[in-house]
């Protein structure tokens, strides 16, 4: 899994062009020129195209091991999610030869050659989730079967290689961390305005929200110590209920909208806000989303404490929900 800093339409498309010039001219350096790569198109009834494509890739093997021939059945799709969550799907398997193919694509798809080799077994699904209109999320799972025996190492050597496809291109296409912070909160204010989870955060938090809101109603009998804030428009409080726990209230004013702001908050591991947090005594942070609730997300960070104490780690459960009396507020808890 890896972040892409692209659309995940036009990485769909760069996994869909097997025999790219690219990908020709890397195949030939890593595997040879007489390891080639092949490609056709699938038909629909009437002999047009459709989304789905029959390719074959030669991988050689050290001496004395015979090279490998993998022949996938390869489709595409649109993709929906539950939560908002949308995307392509990438998904392929093993070809059985009863793929209406188009015979002109390719003249050289015959695994014909001086070598006998071993004909391997693969499947996969590739999901490209849209996050932001120029980012998305690559999630690979994909089984291989060289069929008989293989060292160890070799097996290693080229599950590193697959794998490191999605760190491939997230370097390729890595672009400045502001701008993609700002497209990341942009998009998941498109996903407020659809109404993601506001209706169900209501119903599904309900209970807790008004848990934390008595908790800190409880509070207000013991005495608010006042800190300097940082400008005009900042007011900062705190106060210690034991000896070992303090709450903490801050109010400012910031020149953006109340989405906007939402955003900024939800995007915890943004490039901005580790820069800022590791800057601090922040040591390690993540964030861990629900794939099903857009409006919750489990916060995970360690902060060092001091030479002769040792670290501390929260683990939060973020919720945000628009406030019944006042919309167009929103709630973080």
């Known amino acids: 899994m890896g972040r892409v800093d692209i659309k995940a339409s036009h990485l769909l498309a760069w996994l869909w062009l097997f025999k790219s010039r690219e990908r020709i001219g890397r195949q030939v350096s890593g595997e040879g020129p007489n390891y080639p790569l092949h490609e056709r198109t699938v038909q629909d009834a009437t002999g047009g195209p459709t989304r789905s494509a029959v390719n074959s890739a030669h991988i050689h093997m050290p001496y004395p091991l015979e090279t490998r021939v993998f022949k996938n059945w390869c489709v595409w799709d649109r993709w929906e ?69 293989l060292p160890k190492f070799i097996l290693e050597m080229r599950t590193k290689e697959l794998l490191g496809v999605v760190n491939e291109c997230h370097l390729r296409w890595i672009r400045e961390g502001t701008v993609v912070d700002r497209e990341m909160r942009e998009g998941y204010k498109e996903r407020i305005k659809r109404g993601l989870g506001v209706n169900g955060s209501k119903i599904r938090h309900t209970g807790l929200v008004k848990q934390l809101t008595q908790y800190m109603g409880s509070q207000e009998r013991l005495k608010w110590i006042s800190i300097r804030g940082s400008g005009a428009g900042t ?19 910031v020149d953006c909208s109340a989405v906007t702001m939402l955003a900024w908050g939800r995007h915890w591991c943004s490039c901005e806000n580790n820069r800022v947090a590791f800057e601090g005594v922040c040591k390690a942070r993540m964030c861990i989303e629900d794939e099903e609730c857009p409006y919750t997300a489990i916060n995970i960070s360690v902060f060092r404490i001091g030479r002769f104490f040792q670290d501390r780690e929260f683990v939060l459960e973020s919720i945000w929900q628009e406030c019944e009396s006042t919309p167009g507020r929103y709630m973080i808890r």
Not at 81 to 107: H, L, M, N, Q
Not at 236 to 248: D, L
């Open 235 to 253: 007011d900062m409080q705190v106060m210690f209920p034991t000896a070992m726990t303090a709450v903490g209230r801050a109010t400012a004013v």
């Open 81 to 149: 999610g539950k939560g908002g969550r949308r995307g392509w799907v990438y998904a392929f398997c093993e070809a059985d030869g009863s793929e209406p193919v188009d015979d002109a694509a390719s003249d050289d798809f015959s695994t014909d050659h001086a070598f006998q080799p071993v004909i391997g077994l693969t499947r996969g699904v590739y999901l490209l989730e849209e996050l932001a209109e120029n980012v998305c999320e690559w999630t690979m799972v994909q089984e291989v079967d060289a069929r008989g025996s």
